[in-house]
């Protein structure tokens, strides 16, 4: 499944919108729990998420997805409309809309990345914020920490939003190491911790993943929170389709940048 999930960082590009960005500890690396706690493998921990999304035969099946629901920043009453393009291998498309504010976008095709936002225009995404992006645009992200990551071990067992948790800490081999929280008893992603790099600096953000639902025989979260040191929103999505041929030029970076993408 590529991450619902994804959707929480690559809409970070909108958090500028009602806050200007605050410093931070990006977040910390765990250490090994004791030798004597029964941890389980990398391999356990990943191979029950596969199980409880639905199966890798029924993972296998999926070439795209698309998400739309409602954006909502709840302590400044704001809101507005979100939609998540996603197509294998590694293309992604997000789009913010909020009244009086404008539309933000944020896309990569696959080489290129782009963003688009009112104040800036057309601004393309390069550095390490390209080498994240790239990561985390690939289709089946979560189920493919060995691969992308060149290290990823499981560090501790904890309680996340009630739930008991195994935690993952995945490292790049070019920035910092990030955390995944498993449910122990469902399998299914709860949270994930990361340092996201844009152009005011480094970020530490916190996403979680909630109101699981089945779509095609695969468990997709419906809810969507994120977290920084400046601002807290959420997405809820009410529509998610699998499967939908989408157009490559919605990814593609627009040809005029002083034009606002169509």
Do not use: C
């Not at 391999?43 to 099946?61: D, F, I, M, P």
């Not at 985390?136 to 009630?162: C, G, H, I, P, W």
């Amino acid at each position: 499944m590529n991450r619902p999930s994804t959707a929480g960082i690559l809409l970070l590009s909108i958090a500028a919108v009602a806050s200007a960005q605050s410093p931070a500890s990006p977040p910390q690396a765990k250490n090994p729990a004791s030798p004597d706690a029964p941890l389980p493998t990398v391999e356990q921990v990943l191979a029950h998420y596969t199980r409880a999304l639905g199966g890798e035969q029924a993972l296998k099946k999926l070439n795209s997805r698309v998400m739309k629901g409602t954006f909502v920043i709840p302590a400044q009453d704001l809101s507005g409309t979100a939609e998540l393009d996603m197509q294998a291998p590694d293309h992604f498309y997000s789009f913010v809309s909020i009244p009086d504010n404008g539309e933000h976008i944020l896309a990569f095709d696959g080489k290129q990345a782009w963003s688009f936002d009112p104040g800036s225009g057309v601004r393309e995404v390069t550095g390490r914020e390209l080498i994240e992006l790239r990561r985390s645009s690939q289709f089946l992200y979560e189920s493919r920490l060995r691969a992308l990551f060149s290290e990823v071990r499981v560090v501790e067992k904890t309680m996340e939003d009630d739930h008991p948790a195994w935690v993952l800490q995945a490292t790049p081999a070019d920035g910092p190491p990030e955390l995944f929280y498993f449910d122990a008893q469902t399998g299914l992603l709860l949270r994930h911790d990361s340092t996201q790099s844009t152009p005011e600096g480094d970020i530490p953000i916190e996403h979680r993943y909630s109101n699981y639902i089945a779509v095609d025989g695969v468990q997709v979260p419906t809810l969507l929170r994120h977290r920084d040191p400046a601002i807290e929103w959420q997405v809820k999505f009410s529509e998610i389709r699998h499967n939908v041929a989408i157009d490559p030029a919605k990814f593609a970076k627009p040809a005029v940048p002083s034009a606002a993408p169509q």
